[in-house]
Nanobody, 135 residues
Framework: QVQLVESGGGSVQAGDSLRLSCAAS????????MGWFRQTPGKEREFVAV????????YYSDSVKGRFTISRDNTKNTVTLQMSSLTPDDTAVYYC????????????????????????????WGQGTQVTVSS
């Protein structure tokens, strides 16, 4: 199955910006939606943003809308999350995710949601990168 590797996490101050990147091992991801999720200890993995296969559509959670921007470069098999105006509430492990066209999950987690453009079924996940925002 496709491997996803995140980079760009770190520790920043409130109000700062940070850019996360995710590189996929296979070009098959260019045919599917990709996204970002985040998780804090003891909580469920939370949807952050999704981008369609061609980058034509993006959707965000209400908590990040207007502050985060998702983009992708299908020539490099990468997806990026530009985060700005960060707050301590954004502290979490951030996961890159991708549709694969299969029902098999890379880590046992599967997230399915209906967006205006159609249903997205995330089954491939990166290992996560820590983002810490201090006040």
């Amino acid at each position: 199955q496709v491997q996803l590797v995140e980079s760009g996490g770190g520790s920043v101050q409130a109000g700062d910006s940070l850019r996360l990147s995710c590189a996929a091992s296979e070009s098959t991801v260019t045919s599917y939606a990709m996204g970002w999720f985040r998780q804090t200890p003891g909580k469920e993995r939370e949807f952050v943003a999704v981008i369609s296969w061609n980058g034509g559509s993006t959707y965000y959670s209400d908590s990040v809308k207007g502050r985060f921007t998702i983009s992708r470069d299908n020539t490099k098999n990468t997806v990026t999350l530009q985060m700005s105006s960060l707050t301590p509430d954004d502290t979490a492990v951030y996961y890159c995710a991708a549709e694969t066209g299969t029902a098999s999950s890379s880590d046992g987690y599967r997230y399915t949601r209906l967006f205006p453009d159609g249903q997205v079924d995330f089954t491939a996940w990166g290992q996560g990168t820590q983002v810490t925002v201090s006040s």
